[in-house]
């Protein structure tokens, strides 16, 4: 396999230009701080191939849905993630010749992403024969404690000569989408303003009216003194800039410090972003790009002394886990309840929509364990402020209840293919699902009286009206789906689909029990609000008790669906290695019919209602669908990985968990130049602390039980736990359990109680 | 219901113009000759709604296929079928001003279609303070003789007073496509000539390079007599023309007719394509407009004689069978292997393609019995030729053998939507069936030496490769399909399917004993070119022996799918008014989980292998699977109607004929405006001689069975079978048998032999 990447416990690093694979590196040095992010691209112009990309949370484009034979109930558009102005530019001349690192001579390159501070840095050489050697330094955050502000110091030192340098911040809003299928522009300026050291570019969208303002600033110093130099105004349409010359002395750093402030209507009034963007940047560029640098960098210990985990042993696996949890962090930050957790986060615009079912049934307990609980709760409240729309898109059906868009950006269903938007019905059980994990997790019942409860009526009441009763077996079915497994396409009774169905109405039933005990006046109101009748709770418990769940007898296995086994059963170890993968050598339709397995299906069931199944059966479902499964989901492996690890296959579980470890890193499935897999990044994290750390939280009560594969000397989580913070270390011969914060936990390890006031040492064996 | 059409016998007429239906009338009043054709547009302009529309058999346009999530194996193109060179244009000028039926006052106006004859005329008044009244008369017809050739008629007169007028006849190439998504063109102009009287305008395409010649000549009458005006040549870009201007007298006839000829280089070399357009039409020319239109309706004659259908009492019933197969002769002639029989034929442009499942399931029936051998065997031929393109087709998606295209223009798929393109592969069985159908109506067994067999193989190798051996139940399945009914997507064991690929298998046996003792040579022969081993024969007998058939054991019907039974059992009947048709008010999903059935699927095999069932169980499926059928599909009511025919059924029979019968006439799915339903119309015409007539095959023997619907007096068909002209008339009291053409014929009527010398005149009861 090719490696990218420098092995480094906590920086991504690019020795030397890789133009061939600059896509690459510029999606694996994304930075983001929730409210906006970028590739990890050049400030200065570069003519080879790249992608120019910056995101702004929450702010996207309707495409219009173009499909061959039109459907009743497709979604008129398509919600694409839109490529904003691009604030970061700093074009260079030396003796009035740009700067363009895929022409000029390069002597060095580095570029780096340090996470633990949260920033990316390129040092580079470049060498010329009229005015010998200049030294690059480009340093840019996006501050995650004022996240409207981004800073970037650019320095130049002449290394022979004295030379002419040219700096010329900018911000282009002439920009468009990568994934494009016509050069359409989708955004309009709506004002621009450029002085002297200042400047401001607001655009608009010209669908849905948002309104990003940009402003930026500049400060030029010589080794830390503030010179002048000369200044051209550049004022083009959608395009802003100034052009300042000085002379680079040798041995001496010229320094540009540009600082930028980024406000949307998402906000603000529209009347208010200029001022405000202008008043973010002033204040930026007062505070000075060190001590804004300061407050960011401690800002990141905090997030890390959260969620870090720690392997000793293995630099690759330590990089690769930090990664991911370095973008979940970039990516989505809980503060804004608008926003959700799109799949390729701020490093690239494939897959439109940002909300998938990936959030809750990946990214939640992500969040759960290493943020306070207002994040995640802020997930929860996502989908119900979506509550009405997602009743509207279920009536558009011609079902009762609600139904939650397979992906949206705003409540919406924005996907149009019919096997996945009409019948991949699923996605509604990870909401309820998502419920469940939330208040068990944190205790926080009144959830449930507050808001829950209201969205599993009216998903009880799309399951209601969604299964069909089958007279001649005296059972309910759920006919025509698509399981989490999408090689399979329209089937009837995904077992998936059938168990968490059943679950999602017994788990409605059971809150109502718990309501009607702890909150009777709320219940009674909600009662009224949602015209609950007895007869809509008898049909409920009617349906859990008479859903039909197919199962292959001969061998006591859960049947994915009606009719799995009559597929020829043949095991993926079993097929010529190019067949692999499938879905780029295989038609579509020999797919379908064949017994291969896209993602954890009938597992990921195993998985989600954890309790209710013992090991064997565990083990016997993992026996039989794991050969069968491969793996063509990023999403898929963690959740193999996860039983594995409880049924004690540890090999496996290490092998598992090594397929989606370094995915992006990698470039395991040959598509990071498109931006990263960041949902699939909250599985990897998964696979560690409730795979090999065995984490389960049972009767309000955290349990563990780890195991520390092979090939690694010790490893270490955290987990917060209702205002506890634990750090938990596995070494092949003891577990250390350290209480950082808090005062006292009891917590079930291996199955035993024990209370922790600080540390607790086990022997293993 | 709202009628358009006068009922007439042999013409449709519109009485007065209706601007707000134009395009209906213009559907309906579309004249073809095969080679060419176009909708009943005005010659002069015309500025209300309207759809102008001229197409060249055979001359496409690879549209790019546009999809959401790509499936390995999908068609790179859409064959859009292409509008040409508009060449009836006549524009006319009154004192200078432009008639516009749109804007100019009418008096009279009468659009007729005359079917005997085949031409198209309008006779109109208009009406002026200036100038007085005008009568017009336009006339065209596309010769049925010479193909290239088409002739219009036009003639003033002023009944008033003197006036000045100008006729300008042209040719258009400036032309875009009415269902573009984009205002492309798709024309270039290669070359154009404009003299006095004559002029030629040669495009081509901008992909595929096809090229058409479109040469026109004309001359100016006075009551007959040849006279001279002054003449300005028009000579633009993509458009050449005359303005011939003369003084019309009062209450005398001045005639412009105006000659055409188009040709292309799908029949001669490029280099000559002009040369033999000018003259071809200097030929029409000096044949003159009288002489051509002669000849031209002998032909029609001709072709009435041998496929005209009379309904004595039912003046609609009558226009409606004449309508349909009077565009069935106009769409397609057979006299060139290489077209086939479009969805809309020269009608419309909607539906890409020329080739569906339709030409052999549908149209082979009419053409076998109406035309020549020679007609029905090129339909045949054409498959043939793309054996090789089929077998490509099939390799694509990982398969042996051949599999046709789902839509096709040149043997290539062009149809995008993985359930249909990937899962319809039943269609491959209608081409077997169209060689056994050949094959028994005419005799001909040598085309199984010739052609047939290839075929046969390949398809067979097809269905080895597709079917799956299930150990568990030691049968084989075809998983993963759609059938016939397209409202049920990606199921196992489709009955038909299954059916028919057994059939098809069993039939390439048959055809293997027969080849080895009557064509040992040609066997051996092909039996090497075809790499054909016992081993190949045994595994097709093992599929035959061991296929699986889904049925319903408690009703002891054929079950349409696995799981059939397990959707919710509803009636058509029961189901709201409102709610019809489904297609346009239920979401897909919800018609996919849905028992209703969208056209005849298990009904469809019944149909086709007659002689395996017996009427009891024809009875049992169609009283099953008949009030689950809500036929949205045009395809769907005649098969129906078939099978109601045999089992007794006569008022159910005479029902669902009448849901095709009128359908385009009486605009019954809204759609007319689009062009008509070409091969639904060869359903008709089967329902009347398969269905009322009881027509069926059996060895080597014509047998009836006609009953007469009781409202009719009586009907009449003709058959042409084995060199035999047949006529058959059928009342309420009697069958009257007439061998119009050959020596003697021994038929079965109502299971009774009987040789035909002359005439039979049987009783009923």
Not at 2 to 7: D, G, L, N, S, V
Not at 217 to 224: A, F, G, P, Q, T
Not at 515 to 532: G, I, P, Q, V, W
Request: aromatic fraction near 14%; proline fraction near 2%; charged fraction near 25%.
């Amino acid at each position: 396999m090719k490696k990218y990447f420098h092995a480094d416990e906590w920086s991504i690093i690019e020795e030397g230009l890789h133009p061939e694979d600059n896509r690459i590196y510029e999606s694996a040095m994304s930075l983001g701080n929730g409210h906006m992010g970028m590739r990890g691209n050049f400030e200065e112009s570069y003519s080879g191939d790249s992608h120019q990309g910056t995101y702004i949370a929450g702010v996207y484009y309707p495409d219009k849905t173009r499909v061959g034979w039109w459907k009743n109930g497709y979604p008129e558009y398509f919600a694409k993630v839109l490529n904003a102005t691009n604030f970061i530019g700093i074009d260079i001349m030396i003796d009035d010749e740009k700067i363009d690192l895929a022409k000029t001579k390069i002597k060095y390159f580095k570029r780096v992403v340090n996470m633990k501070k949260g920033y990316l840095e390129r040092i580079f050489t470049i060498i010329d024969d009229k005015y010998g050697e200049l030294i690059v330094n480009a340093k840019r955050f996006l501050s995650i404690v004022d996240t409207e502000v981004a800073a970037i110091s650019y320095s130049i030192t002449p290394v022979n000569h004295d030379v002419k340098i040219s700096f010329i911040p900018y911000l282009d809003g002439n920009i468009s989408n990568e994934d494009s299928n016509y050069s359409e522009k989708f955004w309009t300026e709506v004002d621009r303003a450029i002085n002297e050291y200042k400047g401001n570019l607001t655009m608009k969208t010209k669908k849905l009216d948002f309104h990003v303002s940009t402003s930026m600033k500049y400060s030029v110093l010589e080794d830390n003194n503030s010179i002048n130099g000369t200044i051209d105004i550049i004022d083009q349409e959608k395009f802003v800039g100034n052009k300042i010359t000085l002379t680079g002395k040798k041995g001496r750093t010229v320094t540009l410090n540009k600082y930028i402030a980024v406000t949307t209507n998402r906000d603000y009034d529209k009347s208010e972003i200029i001022k405000i963007s202008n008043e973010r940047v002033t204040y930026a560029y007062n505070k000075g790009f060190e001590e804004l640098f300061i407050e960011h960098v401690d800002a990141w210990d905090k997030r890390w002394e959260a969620s870090d985990i720690v392997i000793e042993g293995d630099t690759e696996a330590q990089q690769g886990i930090r990664f991911n949890i370095f973008h979940l962090n970039q990516t989505y930050t809980g503060d804004d309840p608008r926003l959700n957790i799109g799949p390729k986060g701020f490093t690239g615009e494939k897959y439109g929509g940002s909300t998938y079912w990936d959030t809750e049934a990946y990214c939640l307990p992500f969040y759960l364990s290493t943020a306070n609980e207002d994040i995640s709760k802020n997930l929860l409240i996502y989908r119900y402020n979506h509550l009405e729309k997602a009743k509207e898109n279920a009536k558009k059906l011609g079902l009762n209840g609600a139904l939650y868009p397979m992906v949206t950006m705003n409540g919406e269903e924005c996907h149009n293919e019919w096997e996945i938007t009409f019948e991949e019905i699923h996605r509604n059980a990870a909401i309820s699902y998502a419920i469940y994990n939330f208040v068990r997790y944190t205790g926080d019942s009144n959830y449930l009286a507050e808001y829950g409860f209201e969205v599993l009526v009216e998903i009880s009441r799309f399951w209601t009206s969604r299964v069909n009763y089958n007279s001649y077996k005296d059972k309910y079915m759920i006919l025509g789906v698509t399981g989490p497994n999408e090689y399979d396409n329209n089937v009837n009774n995904n077992w998936y689909t059938n168990t968490m169905a059943s679950w999602n109405l017994e788990y409605t039933l059971e809150v109502i029990a718990y309501l009607k005990k702890e909150h009777m006046l709320r219940y009674t109101e909600l009662e009224n609000k949602l015209n609950l009748t007895e007869d809509e709770l008898s049909k409920w418990q009617d349906i859990i008790n008479k859903m039909y769940y197919p199962y292959i007898e001969s061998i006591n296995v859960f049947e994915q669906q009606d009719g799995y086994m009559d597929k020829e059963q043949i095991l993926v170890k079993d097929l010529p290695k190019a067949d692999l993968p499938l879905n780029q050598n295989w038609s579509w339709d020999r797919i379908l019919r064949s017994c291969f397995i896209k993602q954890a299906d009938v597992l990921q069931g195993l998985y989600f209602l954890n309790d209710m199944y013992d090991l064997e059966t565990k083990k016997r479902n993992f026996d039989f669908y794991e050969p069968r499964t491969v793996h063509e989901s990023s999403l898929s492996p963690c959740v193999y990985s996860i039983i594995a690890s409880e049924i004690g296959y540890e090999d496996k579980a290490y092998e598992l968990y090594l397929r989606t470890a370094r995915l992006d890193l990698d470039n395991y499935n040959n598509d990071t130049e498109d931006g990263l897999h960041i949902t699939s990044m909250a599985g990897t994290w998964m696979s560690i602390v409730h795979g090999f750390g065995g984490m389960r939280i049972k009767d309000n009560t955290l349990c563990l039980n780890p195991f520390i594969p092979k090939a690694w000397d010790e490893f270490s989580f955290k987990i917060l736990f209702r205002g506890n913070l634990l750090k938990v270390k596995v070494s092949s011969e003891k577990v250390f359990i350290k209480l950082e914060k808090g005062d006292y936990l009891s917590i079930l390890l291996y199955d035993k109680k024990y209370t922790i006031c600080d540390e607790l040492i086990i022997d293993i064996n």
